[in-house]
Structures are given as C-alpha cells and as structure tokens.
C-alpha cells in the first residue's frame, strides 16, 4: 500500500541480548534528529517505551533488558526521501517471550496476529553468541555426554538450530492467516562492532560462515526477498555502570552504523526499515 494513509508494519523477532531495545531507540534518536532517510510526519504520540533506554543512552551507559512481561507497540509516522508515507509499528518486547514461543511452540495471539499482520520481518541475530556452538547439528550423537548411570543427557539445540525453528513457526503462523508470498526478510547481524572484522566484510559472507544452516535456510524459503545486513547499533561497547565519555560527546544520534550488502558501512539505521518497505511492496 502507499499515500498518506499506508500502514508498514514491521514484525521484530530476536532473542535475549541481541540489542533489540538499543535498535529501537536509535532509530527514534536518528528519526528525531532528522539524520535519515525517515523523517517524521507529525509528532509520535507515545515513545514512552524507549524512554528509560535513551536516558540511559545519553548518559552513556549501557540499558537494562526489557522486563519480561513488556510487549508493546511504538508508532512512528514517518515519509521516507521519496515522498512515501508510512505509519511504522515497532514493537517492544523481552527477548525471552521469543525463547518460549521456541521451547512451547505455542503462539500467543499477540503473536500471531502481529506475524500475521506485518508487511515484512525482521530477525536480529548476534554472531558473537554463536561462535564455538556446538550441538547434534554438528557434533555425531555418539559423542552426547552420558550420565554416570548410562542414561543420555538431553541434546542442546544450537543457536542456529533455534532460529530456524523460530521461522518454521513464523511461517506456519503465517500460513494459518494466508497462502500468498511469505514478507521479505532481513536478517540484521547485530553488535557488528564486537566481532572486529576487516572493513568491507559482506554480512551475506559472514552469516553463510558463522551460521550456515540459518544462512541456507533463508535462501531457500525466501531467496531474493531476503536481505542480509550487519547492524551496530551503538557504534561501540557501552558499560551498565561506567559512563563513556566519548559516546556522550558524540551523542546517541550520532552513533551506530549499518553494513549494508557490499560491505559498506553506512551511518543511516534506518536502512533496515526502507530495504523491508522496498521488498514488501510498499
């Protein structure tokens, strides 16, 4: 859809400490100040949200997690460079509402209906957390530990394992709603910063390297509505109790970049926001 009345929803999925709330309030800060692509229609009505995250931010410090019972939607009227007019829906949650959709296989219809609902996803993955995994998936299941009585301890599943399983239930929601063209997909590799790769590292190259069954089964369901981009939101390591200093001076508005596909690094975070538009349709 397009005009003054189009709706782009956005549905965010990733798990704990992937940088989720960080995101978010950075693309606000970005949007505020006008140092995007987005620029803002008329004024939010409630960003209250991301309000103890970019205080926290502005002082340079590091945000605590979402609280675990916390989902809640923050929309954005925004126009993006070409004139298209959109109202962006960007959701609020705890990363461990994601763990038991995983672990319950059980959809809560919240859920549902913003999977349902979105005109395209957006999974956050954090390579860092997936370095030395090590599961059935890639270890022979001649090698799970036994217990001293013999009895065999239950598998782990990796961190990629658990992704792929979360879009299986993702487009099996979707499936329940509609038989039409599954939403693009972006995959934001995230906290970009923190695995200190050589400049011009395609995100495509890393996550088929670090993740290949993750990276294969995109390719496979999504093909060219996916797109693979690397994200650090803040432009560095923040503390949760030491000020930095330089990110204070520097401003929250002023940090944090995106990898696009060919490797460049790029200052506007809303990059995501306009690729999933563009690919939706929109």
Not at 1 to 29: C, T, W
Not at 102 to 124: F, N, P, Y
Not at 185 to 204: A, H, R, Y
Request: with cysteine.
């Amino acid at each position: 859809m397009s005009g003054p009345d189009a709706n782009v929803r956005i549905a965010l999925f990733g798990e704990s400490d992937n940088g989720k709330s960080h995101y978010g309030a950075q693309l606000l800060e970005r949007i505020e100040a006008e140092k995007c692509e987005i620029k803002l229609r008329v004024a939010a009505a409630d960003v209250s949200a991301f309000d103890e995250v970019r205080w926290r931010l502005g002082a340079g410090l590091l945000a605590e997690h979402t609280p675990s019972g916390v989902y809640q939607d923050v929309v954005l009227p925004v126009v993006d460079a070409g004139g298209r007019a959109m109202d962006l829906t960007w959701p609020d949650y705890a990363g461990e509402q994601v763990r038991q959709l995983i672990d319950s296989r059980a959809m809560k219809r919240e859920w549902l209906d913003r999977t349902q609902a979105a005109h395209g996803w957006v999974l956050i993955v954090r390579p860092k957390l997936a370095e030395a995994d090590d599961d059935i998936f890639s270890k022979p299941l001649a090698h799970v530990v036994r217990t001293p009585d013999g009895e065999a301890t239950k598998p782990r599943r990796s961190i990629q394992a658990r992704l792929v399983e979360l879009l299986q239930i993702l487009l099996h929601a979707r499936g329940l709603h509609e038989r039409g063209p599954v939403p693009p997909l972006v995959v934001l590799l995230s906290c970009w910063d923190e695995l200190k790769l050589p400049e011009g590292t395609k995100p495509n190259d890393l996550l088929n390297e670090q993740l290949p069954l993750l990276a294969s089964f995109v390719r496979s369901n999504w093909g060219a509505r996916a797109s693979v981009l690397g994200l650090s939101a803040l432009g560095g390591e923040l503390d949760m109790k030491q000020a930095n200093e330089s990110f204070i001076d520097r401003g929250p508005e002023n940090s944090g970049f995106v990898v696009e596909a060919d490797g460049r690094s790029n200052p506007d975070l809303t990059v995501p926001i306009v690729r999933l538009a563009d690919m939706s349709g929109n």
